[in-house]
């Protein structure tokens, strides 16, 4: 991240102001000779008012609003397409000033909105059911642009957000330090002030990354995409986390739930003949036995192309059922959009057809 003091002079790129802590928007302000409340007025534009242009920021000197649009950018993003699904979610398709697009998804309920964004443009983790592993990675995002997506799909519904989902394209621990920076923001009185449990980062299962999250102070929720507990089985299904073995993941979330107290959640697409045999069904039940955990049992997503099929809902049903008998609390989640491929595992940086 550039140091505020570093100000960019005539014939540079323009840097996001929103890439700056608090720390050095003060120092650029202070350079500026301006006054520190000027900060506030500031930040409470970006993050809680979502201003796409310092002409929006009406109570700052008009002066200084053109001192800071010749120095800085405030970044942003183009909707590109949205696509409403006939359970009332929709799908955005969102770009970048310098071309890179995501998609992000809004999922209303009630007088409630979650919102599920994406941590990376794309996703190196390969994933071998997932629409966005197929085409790779194409970069990480920065804290900004993914708290970018939260603003934009809380402006299009004209409704408070109260939960977010790190679920979308891209690893967030394979982007760590941005993905924490952009759910502390969220999670901020100074930001849209979203509980922090009502705040879920999603890991295939990065090890040291899940060892680091455990030291974090906020009550964030943890998400661990397991989808089999058999090595073999993950191996193939997985391979971006093949070196991180099931031995090793037990070891290391029986280590977050002594540290935090906190229940993780375990993801489980049941995909028909591959991880919902009675074997696979055995390995899980001895995976959480006797663990703080959730699993949530999902039906695959169809993916256009793949080879997978989802499981019946009988499958799913005796998979909670057989949990249940071994103490272990289980759940169907309900994918929400999947008319529009909006669900888990089917965003793609592209409009679906």
């Not at 014939?11 to 000779?33: A, I, N, P, W």
């Not at 397409?81 to 969102?94: F, M």
Request: net charge neutral.
């Amino acid at each position: 991240m550039q140091e505020a003091r570093n100000l960019p002079t005539e014939g540079t790129v323009l840097t996001d102001l929103r890439s700056f802590t608090h720390g050095q928007l003060v120092e650029t302000l202070k350079e500026l000779g301006q006054p520190t409340f000027r900060v506030k007025q500031i930040e409470e534009w970006i993050w809680e008012k979502g201003a796409t242009s310092f002409d929006d920021m009406t109570n700052l000197p008009k002066a200084l609003r053109a001192q800071l649009a010749e120095r800085f950018t405030l970044g942003g993003v183009k909707q590109v397409a949205r696509q409403i699904s006939e359970d009332g979610s929709r799908k955005y398709l969102l770009r970048y000033p310098d071309g890179t697009t995501v998609e992000c998804v809004g999922m209303p309920t009630g007088s409630k909105l979650a919102v599920c964004v994406s941590s990376q443009a794309g996703c190196a983790m390969g994933c071998a059911f997932c629409a966005t592993g197929a085409a790779g990675l194409t970069r990480s995002l920065t804290s900004s642009e993914i708290y970018d997506q939260v603003m934009h799909v809380r402006n299009d519904f004209d409704m408070r957000v109260t939960s977010v989902v790190l679920m979308g394209q891209g690893e967030p621990f394979m982007n760590y330090d941005a993905s924490l920076a952009a759910m502390r923001r969220l999670n901020s009185p100074d930001g849209l002030g979203i509980g922090a449990r009502h705040i879920t980062v999603s890991t295939c299962g990065v090890i040291p990354a899940i060892k680091r999250f455990a030291n974090e102070p906020e009550q964030f929720t943890l998400a661990v995409s397991l989808h089999s507990a058999v090595q073999k089985t993950r191996n193939a299904l997985m391979p971006g986390v093949r070196k991180y073995s099931l031995l090793h993941l037990y070891e290391v979330m029986g280590e977050y739930v002594d540290k935090t107290g906190r229940r993780p959640t375990y993801e489980y697409a049941l995909i028909r003949g591959v991880n919902d045999t009675e074997d696979e069904l055995g390995a899980l039940c001895d995976f959480c036995r006797d663990n703080l955990a959730h699993v949530n049992i999902i039906k695959l997503n169809e993916v256009k192309g793949s080879r997978f099929q989802p499981s019946s809902d009988a499958r799913a049903g005796e998979f909670v059922r057989r949990l249940a008998s071994v103490g272990v609390e289980a759940t169907i989640r309900q994918s929400r959009g999947q008319d529009i491929d909006a669900a888990c595992g089917q965003l793609k940086q592209r409009l679906s057809r």
